[in-house]
C-alpha cells in the first residue's frame, strides 16, 4: 500500500524584493522565529553579492516578517543533517553562515537591518558587525549558545568583547536577554526607531532620490531615531554594572562564578542569581570555551574572530572530546525535555587542555575568507 505521508517543501524562505534604487531582503519563517537554514543562507549569500556590484542598488534594507527579526541558525535541521551523514555537513552549514556573517559586516552599500523582535545567535551574526544597527521596543536580544553545548559564534568574540567592561562576557556566560533599548545603551544598537514609525522610515528611505549618499541616508534615519528612557531595573544602571564588571572582570570561569556567590550573600538583586542559576545549569565545557573565545576576540579583527570560532565549531561537531552539543539539542530543542547530561558535568572536569583542543584546527578543515577591508568604500564595523 502506498505511503499517505505529505512532503512539503518550504517555499519562500527569504523574500527578494525592491524599487528602482533599493533592495529589500525579508527573511520569511515566521512560525519558526526565522531561523537561518542552509537554503536560506545561500540564497542571502548570492543575493547580497549580486546586490553590492549592481550600480542601480544604492542601499539594501534587511527586516523580517512575523514576531522574530532571526532567532539564529536552524539548530535542529544541522544537527539532523549531522546525525543522519557525517559532522563534516554542520562545518559546511557554519561555513555557508561565517561567509554572509563577513560579508554584510563588510557590505559596500549602506545596509540597514531593522530589528522588531527577537535577534539571537545567528540573527546576531547577519547584523551586530554592521555599519547600522536599528532596533525598536519589541527588540529582545540574547546569545544562549551555551544552554545547547555551543558558544557565542558567528562574530560574537568580535562584537561582544568590543561591548563597555565585562558587559560582553556576562551576556555569553549567562545568555542573558535585553532589550532594545539596553541594547542602544550598551552599543549593540545604532539607533532605536519606535515600531509604529518603521513603516515610515522605510518610505522615507524608499523615495530618497538615487543619487543619495551615505550622510543623507543618516540624515533620514536620525530624523525618526529617538534615545528611549531604560527602566529601573534594567541591568544597564550604573551601580549594576559596577558590580557586572568586578565579578566578570575574573580570570577564569570558577572564579567568576564564586565572585557572584559571594556578592548575592549581601546582595538580593534577581541579576544576580539569575546568573549564578544559569551558568549552573549550561555546559561547564561551553562556558570555559566562551570566556577564552570572547577575551581572545578582544585583540582580534572580525576576520580572525571568525576562522578561529570556525576552528572552534568543527571541533564542537565532531564530537572527539565533548558530546555536549548534541545533548544540548536533544535536551533544549528536540526531545525539550530541558534536561540536558553534560559530559564533563562540573567546572573542576573541564581541563585546560581540554579547551585547547577546542582551539586546534582540523586537518583539511579551515575557514578561508577573502580580506574585504582593504577595499574601496568598505563601512567599517562600529561598535
Not at 97 to 115: C, N
Request: net charge positive.
Amino acid at each position: 500500500m502506498a505511503s499517505s505521508c505529505n512532503f512539503k517543501k518550504e517555499l519562500n524562505k527569504v523574500l527578494f524584493e525592491g524599487g528602482s534604487s533599493y533592495r529589500e531582503v525579508i527573511l520569511n519563517r515566521p512560525t519558526k522565529l526565522n531561523s537561518l537554514d542552509y537554503e536560506v543562507m545561500s540564497q542571502m549569500l548570492k543575493n547580497f553579492r549580486d546586490f553590492e556590484t549592481d550600480s542601480v542598488v544604492k542601499f539594501v534594507i534587511l527586516k523580517a516578517n512575523g514576531k522574530a527579526f532571526c532567532a539564529g541558525g536552524d539548530v535542529v535541521s544541522l544537527v539532523n543533517s549531522v546525525l543522519a551523514g557525517h559532522w563534516s555537513f554542520g562545518a559546511r552549514f557554519c561555513k555557508k553562515q561565517f561567509k554572509l556573517d563577513y560579508l554584510l559586516a563588510t557590505y559596500q552599500k549602506p545596509l540597514l537591518p531593522l530589528i522588531d523582535g527577537i535577534v539571537m545567535g545567528g540573527g546576531a551574526g547577519l547584523c551586530m558587525n554592521g555599519r547600522f544597527r536599528i532596533v525598536t521596543e519589541k527588540a529582545l536580544f540574547a546569545m544562549p549558545e551555551v544552554f545547547i553545548g555551543h558558544f557565542p559564534d558567528v562574530g560574537a568574540s568580535q562584537f561582544l568583547s568590543r561591548l563597555p567592561g565585562h558587559f560582553g562576557e556576562y551576556l555569553g556566560l549567562t545568555g542573558a536577554r535585553i532589550n532594545g533599548a539596553e541594547m542602544l545603551a550598551c552599543g549593540l544598537a545604532t539607533h532605536f526607531v519606535f515600531s509604529k514609525d518603521l513603516s515610515s522610515l522605510e518610505n522615507a528611505l524608499k523615495t530618497l532620490p538615487s543619487s543619495s549618499d551615505m550622510t543623507t541616508i543618516c540624515q533620514i534615519i536620525n530624523k525618526f531615531a529617538h534615545k528611549p528612557n531604560l527602566k529601573q531595573d534594567t541591568i544597564y544602571q550604573t551601580q549594576r554594572l559596577e558590580t557586572l564588571n568586578e565579578c566578570f572582570s575574573n580570570d577564569t570561569v570558577e572564579e567568576i562564578l564564586l565572585a557572584l556567590e559571594n556578592e548575592a550573600k549581601n546582595n538580593a538583586e534577581t541579576w544576580i542569581s539569575k546568573a549564578i542559576n544559569s551558568m549552573k545549569a549550561v555546559s561547564p565545557t561551553s562556558l570555559k570555551i566562551a570566556l577564552r573565545s570572547i577575551r581572545q576576540g578582544r585583540d582580534q579583527n572580525l576576520k580572525q574572530c571568525l576562522i578561529r570560532e570556525y576552528t572552534i565549531c568543527c571541533n564542537i561537531l565532531r564530537a572527539t572530546i565533548s558530546n555536549d552539543f548534541y545533548e544540548g539539542s536533544r535536551a533544549m530543542l528536540i526531545d525539550k525535555d530541558k534536561k540536558p547530561k553534560w559530559k564533563p558535568s562540573k567546572l573542576e572536569l573541564v581541563s585546560e587542555e581540554m579547551v585547547d583542543r577546542y582551539f586546534t584546527g582540523i586537518d583539511g578543515k579551515y575557514l578561508k575568507i577573502t580580506d574585504r577591508s582593504v577595499m574601496a568604500g568598505v563601512l567599517k564595523p562600529k561598535l
